[in-house]
């Protein structure tokens, strides 16, 4: 949460944290990784081998998306900060709002609806609905689902919990995806591995139906119990305010580096992996994309393995 909500506290009558909000918020980030897994392992290989989009307009585009994130990231979460609480908490009711939108977006991005139109509209279909997908719909439905940690307890362990689950949910979404998909999606057609453009439109579709389940699962299942009314308008810092704070703050400064660089580090790295060489590789040099299906779950059972752990080490080493 930022700065703009007041000091939080013990919301009353409502039951005691338990296992129902690890699962339900499990659920949550299974939602967003059924649209941000699936676009991040197939989207760049989809526009290019079966909507005939150049590789650098496509590179273009997810270059310019980043630096369009730094405002809608910012913007989504004052929005969040200083609207009037609903009954079911801040957070929570933006699960509602999104996530027919997100899910609807997601399909439509990887639809191959203007496969044969004029290279402009193509083009237009790219950039319009991924858009509208990640930096406007997956930012207001992300943001409030990870900032619904710190209202659902006040207790660390239970916070640290909320995380080991939170990372479970997401590495099963990444097994259901990038793991079951590419043997879905990659064909062979006269001996050449090729992306079946209407296999990866129901894929999609499939998965836009299970992350709104999921997205509901999470809803009914997770109670907000640390309420964070508003301030007055008059008691709000400024967005100038809350700048100048990145650079004065010594601590904050240090924080903000430390998650830019781990965040630059797991994007190269994943997006190498996923939605970046590996698909390319296997299925131009090697002639099977659904070897993808095989690298990934390498790369993904060892985290399966640790997550049990990883609650323990954080209640250990902090």
């Known amino acids: ?82 609207l009037k609480p609903r009954r079911a908490g801040r957070f929570k009711p933006w699960l509602l709002r999104i996530c027919l939108p997100v899910t609807v977006m997601a399909f439509l991005m990887l639809a191959p609806f203007v496969e044969d139109d004029a290279y402009g509209t193509r083009l237009a279909w790219m950039i319009a609905t991924y858009i509208l997908w990640g930096s406007v ?6 943001i409030p689902y990870g900032s619904m940690a710190s209202v659902i307890s006040n207790d660390p362990d239970h916070r640290a919990s909320l995380s080991v689950f939170r990372l479970l949910g997401g590495t099963l979404a990444n097994l259901a995806i990038s793991v079951v998909l590419p043997l879905v999606v990659f064909v062979q057609i006269n001996g050449q591995s090729e992306m079946s ?59 903000i580096a430390t998650a830019l660089f781990m965040l630059i580090a797991f994007m190269m790295l994943g997006g190498m992996m996923l939605g970046g060489m590996m698909p390319y590789m296997l299925n131009e040099y090697f002639n099977n994309g659904q070897l993808l299906s095989l690298v990934n779950f390498v790369g993904l059972a060892p985290t399966l393995l640790i997550a049990p752990f990883a609650s323990a080490l954080a209640k250990r080493f902090g």
């Open 1 to 82: 949460m930022s700065t703009t909500a007041v000091t939080p506290t013990e919301t009353k009558g409502v039951r005691p944290f338990s296992w129902r909000d690890k699962i339900g918020y499990m659920f949550g980030d299974w939602g967003n990784d059924f649209t941000f897994i699936l676009q991040s392992t197939f989207f760049m290989i989809f526009y290019t081998n079966v909507m005939g989009i150049s590789a650098a307009h496509v590179g273009t585009l997810l270059f310019v998306a980043r630096i369009l994130d730094a405002f809608t990231d910012v913007g989504a979460r004052r929005l969040i900060d200083t």
């Open 137 to 142: 719909f997956y930012t207001l439905i992300n």
């Open 197 to 255: 453009g209407s296999r990866m439109m129901w894929a999609a579709l499939g998965c836009g139906v299970l992350a709104v389940v999921c997205y509901l699962l999470c809803f009914v299942n997770v109670e907000e119990r640390i309420a964070t009314p508003p301030k007055a308008k008059e008691k709000r810092q400024g967005l100038g305010e809350a700048l100048g704070s990145m650079v004065t703050n010594r601590g904050l400064t240090g924080l």
